[in-house]
């Protein structure tokens, strides 16, 4: 009897430890009404309520965040933290494999949670991203992780969220100032059609190889790419194709109707009349940073930071994604800007919260503060998109989590030097 109440203490102790009630909080759910003075009640790393004047479950630990916002963790949508450290150092980078055609690669099980980039990210109001392998035509599988583990395994959200396409490019180089040369296009346009042509016959072999193992599993030798391209088929999983410019895109819309596959599109900034075409499809897109040049010396100043607002107004949802590591933190300040043309500011915070989760097929579990969604949460004294605003206090799976980064460290060390 002693020794099953010491069990039963210890699972009291432990049921206390995971039981959090955030009260008096100025709540952003995104997916609602903002709550002044509400309370958010954590349970075993999920939100097991939201509301006003929430009771504190015995045993439980109770945060006062009066004077504070709550608002869901924001996402990155595309980068590889924990797959790169240093750029120039080949060895800390782990995004590139050799071939053209790797879909069973899994950028999951690179990550390295030690990494100084995932600190500095998390301590902006980020808690989860997709971490993107890179390189050849078909790069692998990314993968959705939380900003905090102590192993890739405890960091995993989703382990194979799309599968990313590098989608070919007519790239065609002047010959000179106002010219260019006709065989140096010929030359381009085959070199295009010869990639076109391969990409397609890889597909057609996968389809063959699903089409022979339905007929006979048991006289199929396995083969780890057609496998990894089996969900793709089937559209269960995505591609992350990226394309750039108007010809890519609408070249990469019409390879998906053709083959019958499920896309989303990743790097655009040149949509131009692909933009009703993407809008057509119900096409998610990922837009990369918006504090960039224009790509072509005609274009407007500002078609970077008009572009959110461009693709809102045609219907169509996305995203923001850093596309980089070692500026991943700058991510809310990529949707603020864009306020500034033309985005209303309510769908630029979707773009980092419930619009990520949503295209990546993990609405129900990421991207809102809402009752049985993970508890990734971040208590601000201001708006998370403003530079001016603090991250207090982060939760990440239910569990608070320390805001220390090496920028800290550094901050702190020398602002102890003597003078």
Do not use: C
């Amino acid at each position: 009897m002693k020794r099953l109440l010491m069990v039963l203490a210890g699972a009291a102790a432990a049921m206390a430890q995971d039981t959090i009630l955030i009260r008096n909080a100025h709540i952003h759910p995104v997916a609602g009404q903002e709550i002044p003075g509400g309370s958010v009640l954590i349970q075993k790393g999920k939100i097991a309520g939201v509301g006003v004047k929430l009771a504190a479950p015995k045993g439980a630990t109770v945060i006062d965040a009066k004077g504070m916002h709550l608002y869901p963790g924001m996402i990155d949508s595309a980068t590889a933290i924990g797959l790169t450290e240093i750029g120039a150092v080949r060895e800390t980078n782990d995004t590139n494999e050799l071939g053209e055609y790797n879909p069973q690669l899994r950028a999951l099980i690179a990550v390295n949670p030690e990494s100084e980039h995932i600190d500095v990210t998390r301590a902006n109001g980020i808690t989860s991203v997709m971490t993107l392998p890179a390189g050849g035509v078909i790069s692998g599988q990314g993968a959705l992780i939380h900003l905090d583990g102590w192993t890739w395994e405890e960091m995993s959200v989703a382990p194979s969220v799309a599968i990313r396409l590098n989608f070919p490019v007519l790239a065609v180089s002047s010959a000179g100032p106002g010219s260019r040369s006709s065989q140096g296009y010929e030359d381009a346009k085959k070199r295009y059609e010869e990639q076109l042509d391969r990409l397609r016959l890889f597909l057609e072999d996968a389809r063959r190889y699903d089409k022979a193992k339905r007929a006979s599993a048991a006289t199929v030798s396995p083969d780890p790419k057609f496998e990894a391209m089996l969900p793709v088929l089937s559209g269960k999983t995505p591609l992350l194709v990226v394309a750039v410019r108007e010809r890519a895109i609408l070249d990469a819309i019409q390879f998906a109707r053709r083959e019958k596959l499920k896309i989303i599109l990743a790097g655009v900034r040149e949509p131009g009349k692909a933009l009703a075409e993407m809008a057509k499809d119900k096409i998610p897109v990922i837009l990369p940073e918006t504090h960039a040049l224009p790509l072509e010396e005609d274009d407007a100043y500002d078609s970077q930071y008009t572009l959110p607002a461009e693709l809102h107004q045609a219907g169509i949802k996305f995203a923001f994604g850093s596309f980089d590591t070692q500026f991943a933190r700058n991510l809310p300040y990529q949707a603020a800007a864009a306020v500034a043309f033309g985005l209303p500011k309510d769908v630029a915070l979707k773009a980092v919260t419930s619009n990520a989760a949503e295209i990546w097929g993990l609405g129900s579990q990421l991207g809102t503060i809402e009752e049985g969604k993970l508890a990734d949460l971040i208590l601000t004294d201001g708006d998370p998109l403003e530079t001016r605003t603090q991250i207090r206090q982060m939760f990440i799976g239910g569990r608070p989590v320390s805001l220390e980064s090496r920028h800290t460290r550094l901050y702190e060390k020398y602002s102890k030097r003597p003078q």
